[in-house]
């Protein structure tokens, strides 16, 4: 399958600085990748669509201005935390679609102190 | 709008003995349905999907599903399990001509030695 690879795989960041994660397709070009939030013992919820060179869709309830999302070339999407709270402590996840199945990166744990 | 049930939150096995994690989805057009597992601070690996062709579908580690169409349901199984199966486990599924996969809300599987 796919190989997706995720960084950094934790961050401890303080209240008020922004977090950039990085989200790299390493053997496929991926138009579309999903950026994933999951809360401890919690199923992940999808957060937004990136898509290449265009905007990303963001599912409803979730912030645009807060979780900026690019996604400039085939191979890399990145999730950008701004201004970030406790309440955004998370671990993050993003995938990209394949054929079928989708294939995962290995997680983000932010923590927001 | 497709979407995913896990009704058990939690199962318990015995090591040796077979074990079911149940799952039963709803979506409008024809399903493609995937099991992930989950470890620790870990992204998701992909275990298994069914798509078309065989209700039974084998996947990796010993692991199989079998696809009711009639009772829209999707359970994981194995003949005998493994202390280290212990894990969380995610239904999903995805409908054809979308990209987007909606997740269960997660079981937990625990292998007792």
């Known amino acids: 399958g796919a190989v997706v690879s995720q960084h950094p795989s934790w961050v401890i960041c303080k209240s008020g600085t922004s977090v950039k994660i990085e989200c790299r397709s390493l053997d496929f070009q991926a138009t579309t990748m999903f950026w994933y939030r999951q809360f401890p013992k919690q199923s992940l919820m999808l957060m937004a669509t990136?898509?290449?060179?265009?905007?990303?869709?963001?599912e409803q309830g979730v912030e645009k201005d807060k979780f900026l999302i690019n996604h400039a070339s085939l191979t890399l999407s990145t999730l950008t935390v701004t201004s970030a709270h406790p309440e955004d402590s998370s671990f993050y996840i993003c995938?990209?679609?394949?054929?079928?199945?989708?294939?995962f990166g290995q997680g983000t744990r932010l923590t927001v102190v | 709008a497709q979407s995913v049930a896990q009704p058990e939150d939690q199962v318990n096995v015995a090591e040796g003995n077979p074990l079911t994690v149940k799952c039963t989805y709803s979506?409008?057009?024809?399903?493609?349905l995937f099991w992930y597992v989950q470890y620790p601070n870990r992204g998701l690996q992909f275990l298994l999907k069914y798509i078309t062709g065989d209700n039974l579908v084998k996947g990796s580690y010993g692991f199989e599903a079998e696809f009711n169409k009639s009772q829209t349901s999707f359970h994981l199984k194995k003949p005998s399990a493994l202390v280290s199966d212990s894990a969380l486990y995610f239904c999903?599924?995805?409908?054809?001509?979308?990209?987007?996969?909606?997740f269960g809300k997660g079981t937990r599987l625990h292998i007792l030695p």
């Open positions: 979506v409008s057009g024809n399903p493609y």
């Open positions: 999903a599924v995805r409908e054809d001509g979308d990209d987007k996969i909606i």
């Open positions: 990136s898509n290449e060179g265009s905007k990303a869709t963001y």
């Open positions: 995938s990209e679609s394949g054929i079928t199945e989708a294939f």
